[in-house]
């Protein structure tokens, strides 16, 4: 209830590449839905647009309205925001803005919220701004903007803990006034002063008739579980209350499902456990509830069972009783919502494909999408257009998968990323661009990432057919651009990288320009970086915090590495097999040791073989070949060939590779004083001790890289017995990744 006070008045007063390997799991949309998500917390935002739209004559975009809150007055003429220009014009209207941001500068003083902490004084200075600003609106004689002033009166009552009086103005005056936004959000405000007088079944009626499920949600804080809902049934078998209440259960049953019955996870994002206990017994309740015709909703209660049934696995009794619902009485968005649910259930129950069943699927997805184009608000809030993703990707895509029809899988895959691309254009805003341009961390380019080269091959040969089946044809129709031909290719060929097939990359990346390569975003790291520098000599970095602006900007290069690289492997491969002398062949091995490596994720260039990185990535795709492990090979081989400079820096840079467990465990003793010891059940022990020995044997000759090396001289330090040293500090440094 305080926090929708606070963001209406704010409205009122005005009058956001991918990262690889990391799976970080689906959305967990909901399914159930009885009413449009702006009810709560955002109930009036849209009348309140409508109005400025109407007194501006012009298309406004949310963030001008409610940065009338804060603009400059004093220049409304230059504003380029189209509702303070026309200020300029209009004395009447300036002198109420003036008042409404002199109310909302009290606001913030008082704001129990605020990090200022106002001392005694600014607390008094702001109280009697805010008697003054109600002063002033009461005082207003005009009939224009009565009702703003109005409810601005009234929100200086608020501030000031006035509810009494709240109640009482809105019964003798505000009620009588002409039907307007700023009237409904007078009486939303009278409800506040309803529930304080322990009326909480005439407030819920009223926020339930305003669309204010934010406060309703407030007052039933403590009823949301299956007793809540008998008790509030058990007072009025039609309370209000009911309809978010059998939305919260039914939502918060999913989500315990989905966070795999964690309660701290759930505490975090404010939801409470249901378990499948409770489940049961609400769905019993609830078919008796429809039994005994007390409600006038049934349709709400049979849905919620027939969901709640499927999540218990009774897939059969779900679809029968959703499909029951979806004729009984109800809100139209009621049968909507059985209908969404029922896409879910029949996709899980279907036990093979059909062209019967592709038929059905495609008209259910295209009444999803119809009613996702008329849901009020914007796309990301659209549930009808969460509930095609969830459908798509939890269901229709894993069971085309199961069915071998994989190319279909990958088309549904792509749906709801286009479909939500076309809703955002729809408002004249792109959030990113992923149908041929160059970006990579959309649901779908993360699908598409994940395939092996020949999948993707055969997924672009699948885009260019006829299928025979009506569903599929019709998404390769819809999705039209969704693959572009040139940011398949080149994945085909970073495939072909990834897998180790150098050779087989070479025609599909000589096929990509390079104006494609360089509107990449990894195109950055290609401009500033080179695979022939050792990594373990050398750390090529390119990110710093002091040029975030060019972080994020893509850069122009004059040649494709990945395609060099690809000639570059391909062409020393050929020199070994060819090569005879010993140390012509410790040169080639070291030289693809430098070159796999720097390709591998935990490389500089870990651009050439992936998309994306983070300090988590592991080998994490199908068929990608361990490059690190080659890399250590063609070093081991290089060591037992070359010279006596050669097996120094093959013995560095095997030590350098991490490998397994970490080289050095942190321990604190009895004080809590952290110290270092070594870890030798870890590969890398045996590397350094191996660096350590030659160390020993040839330390009057080593190179400076050698005897200047720190992570040696800790190793042979804590390797020799005696007093374990004590490290300063108690936690590790964490290294920046480039």
Known sequence: MKRFITLSLLIVTAVLGTMACINLGRPNYYMFSLFNRMQMGRTFDTRLQQYWEKYTGTRLREYQVSALASADLDDAAHSDNPIVKKLSDDAEMMRYARLLQQYLQGCR?????????????????ARLTMEQVGQQAQAYGGTRLKPQYALLYVRTLVALDKWAQVGSYWESTASKLPKSVFKDMMRNTYAGSLLRQGRKQEACRIYAELGDMQSIKWCMRHQRNLAGIKQEYAADPNSPTLVYLVQDFVNNAQETQDHNNDPESMK??????IYNNEIRQFIDFAVKVVQSKQSKVPCMWQSAAGLLSYMTGNGPQAEQMLDQAMTMQGTQRMRDNARACRLL??????????????SWVKQELQWLMAQAENEEGTPADNHYAEVLERVTFSALAPKYRQWGRSGAAMSLLALPNKFENALWQRCAYTPYADDGNVEFHSDYSQALDSLTAQQAIDYLAYTESRPGDELERWLLEYNGTSLDKTKMTDMIGTKYMREGQWAKAVPYLEQVPLSYISKQAISRYMARRDYRVERWFKRQVVDREDDYEDWSTPTVVSHNQKLDFCHSVVALERQLRAASGAEQQARLHYELATLLYQASYKGDCWYLTRYGQSFYDTMCYTGEADLIQQSIAHLRAAKSEGSLAMQEKCLYALAFIPQGADLFDTYYDSRYVAHKRLNRASPRYVEMANLSNFYNMHHARVSPYVAHCDVLKQFRQLNTPGKPHKKNGTSPRRRRRG
Do not use: C
Request: hydrophobic fraction near 30%; proline fraction near 5%; glycine fraction near 6%.
């Open 109 to 125: 003083a008082l704001s129990n919220d605020s990090w200022n902490y106002p001392s005694k004084e600014q607390i008094d200075g």
């Open 268 to 273: 975090y994002i404010e939801a409470t456990s």
């Open 345 to 358: 259930v029949h996709v899980a129950n279907a036990r093979q494909y059909s062209p019967q069943f592709g």
